[in-house]
């Protein structure tokens, strides 16, 4: 990402009809928002759609953007709030990590792989693999905190403005994102011992 | 070391992990680890979620998606174009039609004026001396009677009928008279054509289709 002053300057160029400067900004960020959207629906066309959609609501919405704001954290924020759109619409098809708790079929896989364990090298991947797969089954507002956190490296008021709530529900939200995903862990035999921490 | 319980501990374990824990909140959660190996399971185990959570895998970003988007936002453009043309030529359509109705207000309000003027005049003068001028102004109020209906959509005369009406009645009008009477029927019949055209068939389609 550029620096909000840069961005601004950028905006303030497309209100003024200038077509390489609103380029400039999808080519700044159509990466940024690609990765989240991903991390988010797990789904390359659909991650694809979402950006597209992103920027043509940026596009349509520019006018009405507040110059005195970060740029980044608008459009981070139109991401944010289309995915966990498009992940409510086709909740009904999801295992919520609850439903999860009561369905073996995913967890055990890693356990039956067979290689030798402990090894550190193997529990890693395998931690990475089903810790990636336990966010992906978080509720979404819990997702979003997540990936807003670890994977953008947004501070916690950053992440307040970006989802327009509060900073002790930030706070909350990523308390209970940590729980859930440690009880999920442990429940699923993969612990220190087994990765050799 | 404080009562407090295992479970109210997990948000202390998380604060600690993150640094975000006071230095005597840590004395007493150090003191409480010491005696509780559930605890210190809990400790361990968020410690590996915060670790690996920010290496979980990201996407390659697929290859040409900028033109993509881009080539999006074009073709929106494209298609918004015309939708803005439509949305001035409504803004002129709307300005001039304005525009001629107060013109007919002025017109209307200068034409009546002009005819108290004539009856004031008419009433000082005596009935028996201004005849001519009594068949003048009457003539010239049933062509404003005709001329009202016609806005109010009674009558629907055209340009024709209304010159014929005068030619019939072959009535030497005043010089004053007769550009009010034209002023009248230039504006009405314009006005009558616009708002036709703008609240009739065209218009409210191409409002609509701009909102």
Redesign the interface.
Known sequence: MSGPADDVALVRQCLKGDEWA??KL??LY??VL??LA??MLRN?EE??DA??EV??RV??ALSSFDQSRKFSTWILRITTNHCIDRIRRRRIKMLSIDVADKDDTYLPVVLVDGRPTPEARYG?TA??ET??QM?LRLPPIYQAV?EL???Q?LAYSEIAEVLEIPLGTVKARL?RA??Q??EK??SSGI??EA?D? | MSDMGCTERQQQIQDYLTGDLSPSAQEDLTAHMKVCSSCRRDLEAYRMVLAALPSLPDPSVPVGLSEQVIAAVHALRAARRPERETARVVLVRRTVMYVLTFAFAIALGAALWGWAARISAFAVQGVSRNLFTLWDTAKDLWYLLQLLSEVAGVLQPTAQSLWMTVQRVGAPLTTHGSLILAIYGGVLLLGTFLCWRAFSHGGERRLSHVS
């Open positions: 609103f380029a999808v080519s159509s990466g690609y990765r991903w991390r390359e991650a694809r950006v597209q920027f043509l596009y349509r890693r931690l990475s810790l990636d966010v997540v956190r670890y994977k490296q308390h940590h729980r995903l440690k862990l442990q612990g220190p990765l921490l």
